[in-house]
């Protein structure tokens, strides 16, 4: 049997399979200030990025959330940032 690692943060391997999830509740927190990056919202809440990412994925596969690429005025190398946001939330 595989033992579970629970994070500092209290965010270990979480069932994601509802939406009613800690994480999915967090993340839902985090996007009611606004759009916001994958990268800000591990910084900002401390949940693993690969579980943040699950949860997101969950979100925009039930239309709750939307994911764009956040359009910058100088020239950036690397993978351009996409931004979260609550559906209906423009």
Not at 25 to 34: M, P, Q
Request: aromatic share 6%; with cysteine; glycine share 8%.
């Amino acid at each position: 049997m595989k033992a579970h690692h629970l994070h500092q943060n209290g965010y270990g391997k979480c069932d994601l399979t509802n939406l009613s999830s800690p994480v999915v509740n967090e993340v839902l927190s985090l996007l009611k200030t606004g759009p916001s990056t994958r990268d800000d919202m591990v910084k900002r809440s401390g949940i693993p990025r690969t579980t943040l990412y699950e949860a997101i994925r969950r979100l925009i596969l039930a239309n709750i959330v939307k994911k764009y690429p956040a359009f910058k005025t100088e020239q950036v190398r690397g993978r351009p940032q996409v931004l979260f946001e609550l559906v209906g939330g423009d």
